[in-house]
């Protein structure tokens, strides 16, 4: 969400300035960065090439690397199977479950690839990579409620990034070197060495 039309920024901005949204942001941020450091940085770098490169641009939240932000206010929220195909492949997006639901018996997170059907009560965050697997909820009760707070970084912002800000042809044409982008993603997931490194880093900091 680096730019709102303008019939929606009142709106906007008064749920971007509530402090529980803000909480939530905050949150979702700091477990980003605590479980995949390395990404988390990836985030963070990509996102002030574009903010030093455009001063008009804002990101949602001042304390967090997303670009977007996405509020569906249902009030019975149920996504059918999906991949969010448009993000950043490797990339990670946090869901955070809001509403009034029994999560015992309904809204569940599924990710049928991993063949995981994770209870998900109103108030919980969780982060995966949404554009790599495939994931849905379960139903709840007709007199229940059920809302999502999503934050994510579209694909397309980092190639943009990657490409020098440009249409990728003048970039080739120039040999920007944008072609194999995306593998810098194979060393930025986590992995039992990558966190240890990490929280050496932390430590020293």
Sequence with gaps: MLRVHADQL????GLLKNQDIGRISRYANCAFKDL???????????MDQLMERNRELTTPFQNSVFACVAFNFGPRVVAIPHRDHVNLAYGWCSITALGDFDHKVGGHMVLPDLKLAIEFPAGSTILIPSAAFTHYNLPIGSEETRRLMTQFSAGGLFRWITYGCQKKGVALAASHGGTKWWEKGKGLYPTSKRRQAAAAEGAQA
């Design 10 to 13: 009142p709106i906007v901005k």
């Design 36 to 46: 995949a450091l390395y990404l988390h940085q990836f985030y963070r770098d990509k």
